[in-house]
């Protein structure tokens, strides 16, 4: 084979080589955009054994909610702050895989700071029904809030969005949708598809995204006091989305940094139950 023979096939190696390459990364993107909703959500289930499993882990006093919604029916308790007749309420959004019913034993003392607290799985969860979507976990949860708010034990002015990771943008749609009495955000995002991007960094995440939920873009038409606790370690979800989430918000708000704190263990330091502490005392009746 003489030299413009041999470079011939070189190039057309080379071309083949490109096209599967090609072929291959548009693959990888369909599959990233028709898949991507069990990639992103992680339902977690009620097995029978698990203390959450009936609801009634944490106390008797427990009530069971039942709350219809668009497609789905949304299942989960609310556990009464002590005091009589209606009390503040905190509306607990939790984070990706968390069984919110948990939070009943190791979030005592909002109740016994005298605020209900609600705790309801997301669509898909648990023992909710229907499938999990951004659009339908956001109008799910301003939903959720209205049928918590119309409740007599319940003091309608005085409800509080807690949201955590992936629940905190939840949280804050509800905060730009319905009047509340304040908003805590613990390790939020600015906006979900960079988290997703951060991971899949040599994918056009923001063209595939088919579930954004954009804190960031609602935050300055809240008006609600914010509260923003965040681990200055979390390498999942950085400290400077809670920071551009504060400098943007629309009403006052703070940023809490807990030192040495990561993503899976902020839920266990005092510092968080301290912040949050003090942010409901603030705004008790």
Known sequence: MDAPSRSSARWRWLRRALVALAALY?????AVFFLQEGMLFHPTTL?????????????ASSQPLEIPVDGAVLRGILVPGVGEGPRPTVLYF????ER???????RGWVMAL????????????????????AAALLSDAVALHDAVAARPDVDSTHIVAWGNSLGSGIAARVARERELAGAVLSMPYARLSAIAGDV???LPVRLLFRHEIDTIAD????TDPLLVVHGEQDTLIPPTHGRRLVDAWGGPARLE?????????LGRRPELRAAVEAFLRERSP
């Open 219 to 222: 935050a300055p038409s809240i």
């Open 200 to 202: 899949y960094w040599w």
């Open 257 to 265: 940094l807990v030192s040495g704190a990561g993503h899976d263990d």
């Open 47 to 59: 097995d029978g054994t698990a203390p959450d499993a009936t609801g009634r882990e944490s106390t």
């Open 94 to 97: 939790g984070g990706n895989a």
């Open 26 to 30: 548009a693959a990888i993107c369909a």
């Open 100 to 106: 919110v019913r948990q939070r009943a034993s190791d």
């Open 114 to 133: 005298g605020w209900n607290l609600v705790l309801v799985s997301y669509r898909g969860y648990d023992d909710s029904t229907g499938s999990p979507s």
